[in-house]
């Protein structure tokens, strides 16, 4: 896959608002928040969307997001009245960086159907 401007945040080259990281993930502020709390959630590897994971193989990076998930929402204090985990796959879904990430928005109500 093709560099995203993710890569540059994991190499530390621009800037971010690094809320956890540890050796497989790294999740930061988005720079447009949609929720008072909307944190970015990305594997380190270079991972385009959601359609290039091989199960076997990446089924470690995906629990890894996922516990991410979890403690990040703790940290911040969303986990209790809950919160929303969004991953846009593809042009019809919504992907603007092709690198593959999930979003986790909390801190207000949440309606359905999504935009
Ligand atoms: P997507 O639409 O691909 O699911 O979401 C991409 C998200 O990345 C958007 O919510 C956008 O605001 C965020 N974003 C894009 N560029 C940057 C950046 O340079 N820094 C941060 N922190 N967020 C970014």
Not at 23 to 38: G, Q, T, W
Not at 87 to 114: A, F, S
Request: proline share 5%; with cysteine; net charge negative.
């Amino acid at each position: 896959m093709s560099e995203t401007i993710f890569s540059k945040i994991i190499r530390k080259e621009i800037p971010a608002d690094i809320v956890f990281e540890n050796e497989f993930i790294l999740a930061f502020k988005d720079i447009n928040p949609k929720a008072p709390v909307h944190v970015l959630i990305i594997p380190k590897e270079e991972i385009s969307t959601v359609t290039e994971l091989n199960g076997k193989e990446d089924a470690e990076i995906l629990v890894q997001l996922f516990a991410a998930a979890n403690e990040i929402a703790n940290a911040m204090n969303v986990d209790k009245d809950g919160f929303r985990l969004v991953i846009n796959c593809g042009k019809n879904g919504g992907q603007e960086v092709n690198h593959l990430h999930m979003h986790l928005l909390g801190g207000r109500q949440m309606t359905w159907p999504p935009g």
